[in-house]
């Protein structure tokens, strides 16, 4: 006689639910861990890409960019001239949008066909640097300037492009500070948190490999609304 084996529907029932509870705790790590290994990849693919076309911009002319100096460049029109007489050339996938943020007439913004993005604008506090707003996608624009998590801060000055400000390798020379800073985004605060500009957020991700660590402060809230 043949013997038959098969699972009861108890059986079934259960191990459908043991399933489901061990999906439902261990998905959500799965999830944010892939979505940070996607913004270390593209934060690093950005900062390629501007090197490059600083570097072509220096063979071509002989001479670094000139940094955004005059109190005009304040102005959008004024930044995207800068824009195509700079860098511009080397970046023929970008399209131009416009952010609705309340600093919108002080910058460029342009979205690339990987759908991120970057604004430019006068660092009003430094004349000599030349702040760019990278987003991980062009919807974020409207969103936190630089929050860690949407959007991160590179500036380039004097023909150089740095991951955050120039002074934070001296004001924050440790990763120990740097990690702090960046999760309290108190750098520029003199000690007050402020979410939409966290600074430190994208040299600590540069000087760690471009990789967001276990202990990088993923969970950041934009200001002004939402950005799920």
């Known amino acids: 006689m043949r013997h038959k084996f ?3 529907l108890a059986e079934t029932l259960l191990t459908l639910t043991i399933i489901g509870v061990v999906s439902a705790i261990t998905l959500p790590s799965v999830v944010g861990n ?3 290994k996607v913004v270390g990849v593209k934060l690093h693919k950005f900062y390629s890409q501007m090197n490059l076309a600083l570097a072509q911009y220096l063979k071509d002319n002989h001479m670094v960019p000139q940094d955004m100096t005059s109190p005009t460049a304040q102005t959008t029109a004024a930044t995207k001239n800068w824009w195509a007489d700079t860098i511009g050339p080397s970046f023929s996938d970008a399209r131009e949008f416009t952010s609705t943020l309340s600093d919108s007439n002080q910058k460029y913004c342009v979205a690339l066909k990987d759908e991120t993005a970057f ?9 000599n640097n030349t702040n760019i707003q990278f987003y991980t996608e062009a919807k974020y624009a409207d969103k936190a300037p630089y929050d860690g998590k949407h959007g991160y801060l590179f500036v380039i000055s004097r023909g150089k492009l740095y991951a955050s400000v120039p002074t934070i390798d001296t004001t924050l020379p440790t990763r ?18 402020n979410p939409g500009k966290c600074h430190a957020c994208s040299r600590l991700i540069q000087i760690d490999g471009w990789e967001l660590k276990n202990d990088y402060p993923w969970k950041k809230e934009c200001v002004g609304s939402s950005c799920n």
């Open 6 to 8: 098969g699972f009861t």
């Open 119 to 127: 604004c430019i604008k006068r660092d009003t506090n430094d004349t």
């Open 176 to 193: 120990a500070l740097l990690l702090d800073s960046c999760k309290k985004c108190n750098y520029s605060n003199s000690g007050n948190t």
């Open 34 to 36: 892939y979505e940070k």
